[in-house]
């Protein structure tokens, strides 16, 4: 029903108000996908496929179904969930708990984020030993990346443990997973489109990442955090620029945009409000992102 008064009209009408709407079941979409062959072998959600945040009264029914369509469907009842994303593939071979622990010990965790507060890995009811476990996780990493291995001895089930930790961090955009062999891999590439974008940042804000060798990957990065990225990039590394330099510097990119912005739109407003807190910006950058992206091997 929340759905039903806070969503946009346009998008009610298109999901709702079609003559063959038909809502399915899990147990109903397996079944008619299982003809073709296919098999479902877990959520697209990294923390709906690493443990919901069920009570230990709701676990214990759902602990008490063999069937995998069935529980599944009373996982949809007990947390009320309106969307599903699942995965299936055609022929799904299992991973024997060795196999999962081979691969979960070629890949490690790195802050993305600076960590407000540690998740609660489970429901209202759950354990405190699992936010203790969560914060212990979060300590170590606020000293560098870790590999899972270096984090199981800090939790209780060990690699599988450190997984399911590691997938709400990740949900909530507070870290990320990387393949240890990555830390060998050149940096300089990525260090050379990191520059390329940054610089392409002080003409426009199309690009709205930057490379990360460690992750193999992107890292989101905003407005601000690129110019910074540029500036500093273009600074020699023996004598970065200063806090008030540097604000100027950005403070004069930030002109550029304005200069080309439409008078009165919701991107001047946007560029207004950024430039306005730009010293406070500029020094949490420093403080938070650049050493996040160091531990990235992005600068």
């Known amino acids: 029903m929340v759905s039903l008064a806070q969503d946009k009209a346009g998008y009610l009408a298109h999901e709702y108000l079609n003559s063959g709407w038909q809502p399915c079941y899990h147990a109903d979409v397996a079944a008619e996908l299982a003809e073709a062959k296919l098999d479902y072998i877990g959520a697209a959600s990294l923390v709906r496929a690493f443990g919901d945040k069920l009570s230990p009264q709701q676990q214990a029914v759902m602990d008490g179904i063999a069937d ?16 599903r994303e699942d995965v299936y593939v055609r022929g799904a071979r299992r991973m024997g708990a060795a196999r999962q622990a081979q691969w979960l010990a070629q890949l490690g965790l790195v802050l993305t984020a600076v960590p407000e507060a540690a998740l609660a890995p489970a429901g209202p009811e759950a354990a405190p030993a699992a936010a203790t476990e969560c914060q212990s996780v979060l300590a170590a990493l606020a000293a560098g990346p870790r590999p899972f291995a270096e984090l199981a001895p800090q ?17 909530a955009g507070q870290a990320a997973c990387f393949f240890l062999e990555n830390e060998r891999s050149d940096a300089a590439p990525a260090h050379r489109l990191n520059r390329a974008i940054a610089a392409q940042s002080t003409l426009s804000d199309h690009y709205q990442a930057l490379a990360a060798p460690r992750l193999g990957s992107g890292l989101r990065s905003g407005l601000a955090q690129r110019l910074v990225y540029h500036c ?8 970065p620029p200063e806090r008030e330099a540097l604000c100027r510097q950005v403070a004069a990119l930030l002109h550029a945009h304005l200069a080309v912005c439409v008078p009165g739109s919701p991107a001047e407003a946007a560029l207004q409000a950024l430039r306005e807190g730009l010293p406070r910006t500029v020094a949490a950058i420093l403080e938070h992102r650049l050493p996040i992206w160091r531990s990235l091997n992005m600068l």
């Open 155 to 171: 939790c209780a089930g060990g690699l599988a443990a450190v997984a399911r930790i590691a997938a709400q961090l990740v949900a």
């Open 232 to 239: 500093l990039a273009q600074a020699p590394a023996a004598a």
């Open 68 to 83: 995998v369509r069935w529980r599944e469907t009373v996982r949809d009842y007990l947390l009320n969930t309106s969307f």
